[in-house]
């Protein structure tokens, strides 16, 4: 009954700070709308201020949908990872995901493509992403099984080449070139717009569902890989899974919002901490987790300095790698280890 309630609490907490999290970053920016206002136009009320009203529709409201949805997924594929590798360092980009968009979206950047107008640049970093996963994938297989050994320090190598790739293309590229790609490895959502979230809502919600699906499965590979397949599940095929979910995922929220670290190490961390390992509540808590976060960090990216918009992966790093640090060493010195 404890363990219940704690659950129970946990999810309460997480959808209220969704909540507020979400009308207070809309109404916040360099042109202040009250929470009222956000409310009345959340319900369909017209505003006495056309201009706060075209604002919020078409500017805050897309971009605190992004952040929600960029950092849902980011959540949700770093609890996938660190269960399905049974690694607490693993993370999304461990597959090569992040990396490999960020070439895709550097080759469109430097050579100037447009041959899908505004949707370009997603759409290079996004294909570039599947296909650099894919190819750990393939290179960690031996035997017809992936390793998780193999499939860690693969991915640590095609990282690697990735980002000399990504050096190179800065090399050859203009001064402007080399700007967009600086800024767009640096995370942001501001460029967020309907049409963005309409083409990556859906594959974030594919992979929440399928995420939600395999929670149980996640359960029984945490007793190790002979003991799962003894209890019935296909390791291989479940890493697949994984692995592919965590590639669609990932690569349709650094495609818009480019690289952004630390939500999907330490979302899942935190939400251990306070209800345990269990995948069927580590996933959807660290869903809504994953969302809080990045929403949260994108307010403090538009506010915490005047007329200014910081990178939100830069604020991510700044703000929850010390503190993550401090969650760790309160860990060890009340527990005696981290489990």
Known sequence: MRARTKVVTLFAVLLVALVVVSVVSAGAGQYGVPVSDVLRALTGQPLSDPYAEGALWAVRFPRVVMSLLVGAVLGVCGALMQGSFGNPLAEPGVVGVSSGAAVGACLSIVFGWTFLGAFTTPGAAFVAGLITTSAVYALSRSGGRT???????????????????????????DQAAREQIIFWQLGSVAGARWSYVWVIAPL???????????????????????????????????????????????????????????VGLVVPHLIRMVVGPGHRVLVPASLLGGAVLLAAADLLARTVVSYADLPIGMVTALVGGPFFFWLLRRTRTREGGWA
């Open 204 to 262: 974030v919600l594919v992979a929440a569902l399928v995420s939600l699906a395999v929670a149980r499965r996640l359960d029984l590979l945490a007793l190790g890989d002979r003991q799962a397949r003894h209890l019935g599940v296909d390791v291989e095929r479940l890493r697949l899974v994984v692995v592919c979910v965590v590639a669609i995922g990932v690569s349709a929220a650094v495609s818009y919002a480019g690289i952004i670290s630390f």
């Open 147 to 173: 390793g998780t050994v193999s499939m860690i320090l693969t991915g640590v190598a095609v990282n690697a080449v990735a980002m000399a790739a990504v050096a190179l293309l800065m090399f050859v590229g």
